[in-house]
């Protein structure tokens, strides 16, 4: 018979078992939706847990659990540790791969970073669409670091598993930062963050660069903690070559290490100032030099209030109450409150957190949403200032006391808001095989040859042919093109249904232009080519 001491260990793996269900059983077309989605089986299982409350055994247990007499042991926990990261961790790269093969995945983004790295293979430094010089438009330096990988690869498909990987691989600096935890909160910790309303959108909108700050603060994290300076300037530096915003969130979280003493005083000045030094030069010479000399330009969703910094001052004196409202109305909050506002009572957290949210401030309401990638760097602050609290390592002193003082319930706690708040979980979305293989196949098997104008939605199913142009009247009136294809099965994003047909008429219309219909998808080939 199962000893008391136990019960945590067997109540834990309950929940990871119920989870293999949507795992298993998740996205195969004849099975609804519904039993896809992790959420509604963390939901059934609350519930479940809360009928069972009403047994009064279960009630003492779960009492002595929340006072921590009940934890799992070491082994135990390593046994948990380990099946939850490699639970979720396949749950990431299913969903993802599903994704890919019901034409989830758009290209508008994706295909970006994707083409930029292909085009540099090729012999075309980081252009991404039509010779845009990608570096003029984001310093995504660490995509050079992926030449050697995408070049073995060779295929979309790896652009798009690097998405799931890196949000997987946060799981070992959130374990090792929560040492200090008890084993149950500890697994608490890792479980809300695979489960998190964040994680999924960042992974369901599929590779951008800006998933990469998720491991490389928590990382960054760990080592200050650990006081490992070189290591931490390593990761400081591979933020600053992630994205060009990425030097705005890292200078408040070495102003935090400052306040906090954990190195001098001279060699934390001396980070900020080589960080600061980096942000200007790249900003104000390397990402021009890279457009031909064009200033540095914000992008359009981030443009609100003026697309460079020139504009952007001379309008902040009216746009103030607009930008005020931003920051009160934000996703943020919602995010804040789930974690009882921890985040914001700690250094490490508040100064880089507030940075994020500054910014996507003057960004407009459309950063301030949360509803695609905007949330990466928030995500590890999340976490950190959960972790720093509860663990009685930093913050306000009384919060402090209290937080780790009730560290199992305030934990469990937490766990509960996230697994059941908010929307944009982890979902398999349904697939029919043999129909989307079909389907990928022949985009698959276009020439290398051929000059493509497509919708961005088919962009990453063809295995780079020459030039590939998203679909636009720009595009279809380009001598350059040498084939068309598009459809209305998928989705039609940025353009409606209605237009796509229009413009599949036109195309039939034309005399130089031979087009034929194969598995939902329009061919349209220009005669003479």
């Known amino acids: 018979m199962m000893s008391r001491r136990n019960l945590a260990f067997k109540y834990l793996t309950t929940f990871l078992i119920l989870m293999l269900v949507p795992l298993l059983l998740g996205g195969w077309g004849i099975i609804p939706k519904s039993i896809g989605q992790f959420r509604n089986w963390s939901i059934a299982f609350i519930v479940g847990s809360a ?70 293979l090729r012999g075309r430094f980081m252009e991404s ?108 530096t591979l933020i600053c070559l992630t994205k060009e915003d990425g030097p705005f969130y890292l200078l408040p979280y070495w102003f935090a290490v400052y306040l906090t003493g954990r190195f001098s005083k001279k060699i934390v000045t001396l980070t900020c100032v080589s960080i600061a030094g980096f942000l200007v030069l790249n900003l104000k010479w390397a990402m021009p030099e890279f457009r031909g000399g064009v200033t540095y330009a914000l992008a359009g969703r981030a443009a609100t209030y003026g697309n460079d910094f020139s504009s952007i001052l001379h309008a902040l004196p009216h746009a103030i109450p607009q930008i005020l409202k931003n920051f009160f109305v934000g996703e943020w909050w919602k995010a804040w409150a789930l974690f009882v506002f921890l985040p914001l009572l700690t250094t490490y957290s508040a100064f880089p957190s507030l940075a994020v949210v500054g910014i996507y401030s003057l960004g407009g309401q459309l950063m301030g949403g949360l509803l695609a990638y905007d949330s990466a760097p928030l995500i590890p602050f999340f976490w950190i200032g959960w972790i720093e609290l509860v663990s009685g390592s930093s913050g306000i002193a009384s919060v402090r006391a209290f937080a780790s003082r009730f560290e199992t319930p305030v934990s469990w706690l937490i766990t509960l808001l996230i697994l059941t708040v908010g929307s944009g979980y982890l979902v398999f979305r349904p697939i029919h095989l043999e129909d989307a293989l079909r389907t990928h196949s022949l985009l698959a098997d276009i020439p290398q040859t051929e000059t493509v104008c497509t919708q961005t939605v088919l962009i990453p199913h063809l295995r780079y042919p020459r030039e590939s142009f998203p679909l636009t009247q720009k595009c279809l009136d380009d001598s350059r093109v040498t084939l068309y294809v598009l459809t209305t099965a998928y989705q039609t994003y940025p353009h409606s249904p209605a237009e796509i047909i229009v413009w599949m008429e036109s195309l039939k219309k034309r005399m130089d232009i031979q087009c034929e219909e194969k598995e939902r998808l329009l061919f349209c080939k220009r005669s003479g080519i």
């Open 51 to 120: 009928l069972a409350l009403m047994i009064p055994s279960v009630r003492k247990d779960a009492r002595e659990f929340m006072q921590g007499r009940m934890e799992p042991t070491e082994q135990e926990t390593t046994w948990l540790r380990n099946a939850v990261i490699a639970l979720f961790s396949v749950a990431f790269l299913k969903a993802t791969l599903l994704d890919y093969f019901v034409f989830h995945v758009n290209g508008v983004d994706f295909s970006i970073y994707d083409l930029t790295m292909m085009n540099t």
């Open 129 to 236: 669409f039509d010779g845009t010089p990608h570096m003029g438009v984001h310093s995504t330096y660490l995509l050079l670091g992926l030449l050697p990988l995408h070049a073995i690869f060779h295929h979309p498909i790896f652009s798009l598993l690097l998405e799931p990987i890196l949000l997987a691989s946060a799981a070992f600096p959130i374990w090792k930062l929560s040492e200090n935890l008890r084993n149950s909160t500890r697994l608490a910790v890792l479980i809300s963050y695979f489960l998190s309303t964040w994680v999924a959108k960042n992974l369901h909108y599929h590779f951008h660069v800006e998933v990469f700050y998720v491991p490389f603060f928590l990382w960054l994290h760990h080592f200050v903690k650990k006081e490992n300076l070189r290591a931490a300037l390593i990761f400081s």
